[in-house]
């Protein structure tokens, strides 16, 4: 079973702030994809990463794969209540299987 | 409006009252699936089906049922629900296996 490990599991900031979320495995993925889930809603696809030192900007996000294509991070900068949420990395590996990691809940307080 | 819907959205039951959460999305897509979400567990696959009458078990399929006799539903049946299957399940659906996916809003289910 390939593992996917999220750090940090909470993270509460302030409006302005920059912050980075950590998503690990000894696993190799073929792709890993990152997710945005609001309270009451399913999961939201951000962006998704293929190749290993890829990185992708979407706004203030920043994501990049690593090079062995075993981790990836996700970059926000001055963060702002929008952005609270809970957010998921989600790696896809043998079969085409797709493995998440357990979510990072942000919270950026005004 | 293209999506993915679920119902009901909140459950709650007793043990071993046969139970069915209804899927059913509206984008032509081949494949769905089954999650569900515990605190520190994260997103959990239950069971997919990549078309029509093709269904295969996931990662934690003990106590649920699926079938896919129609494209654009994928129902879960909990035969004989027990409390630990008390969590927040998710529908998802793609146009193949490997594209993006579109979830559901949740379903609540609570099992006393």
């Known amino acids: 079973t390939q593992l996917l490990e999220q750090s940090p599991q909470f993270l509460s900031i302030q409006e302005g702030e920059n912050l980075t979320v950590y998503c690990n495995s000894s696993s190799v993925f073929s792709s890993l994809q990152w997710y945005r889930q609001e309270p009451g809603e399913g999961p939201v696809l951000l962006v998704t990463?293929?190749?290993?030192?890829e990185v992708k900007k979407l706004k203030r996000l920043t994501f990049q794969f690593g090079d062995a294509r075993k981790d990836s991070s996700l970059h926000i900068t001055a963060a702002q209540p929008g952005d609270t949420g809970l957010y998921l990395c989600a790696g896809r590996g043998s079969g085409s299987r797709l493995t998440f990691g357990e979510g990072t809940q942000l919270t950026v307080n005004p | 409006e293209a999506q993915v819907t679920q119902n009901p959205r909140y459950l709650i039951t007793v043990t071993g009252k046969k139970l069915t959460v209804t899927c059913s999305q509206n984008m032509n897509h081949e494949y769905m699936s089954w999650y569900r979400q515990d605190p520190g567990l994260g997103l959990r696959q239950i069971y997919y089906?990549?078309?029509?009458?093709?269904?295969d078990k996931g990662d934690v399929p003990e106590g649920y049922k699926v079938s896919r006799k129609e494209k654009r539903n994928f129902p879960l049946i909990l035969e004989s629900p027990s409390p630990n299957q008390t969590s927040l399940y998710f529908c998802a659906s793609s146009r193949a296996l490997g594209e993006k996916l579109f979830f559901g809003s949740g379903t609540q289910l609570s099992v006393l």
């Open positions: 089906s990549m078309n029509v009458e093709v269904t």
């Open positions: 990463v293929v190749t290993g030192g």
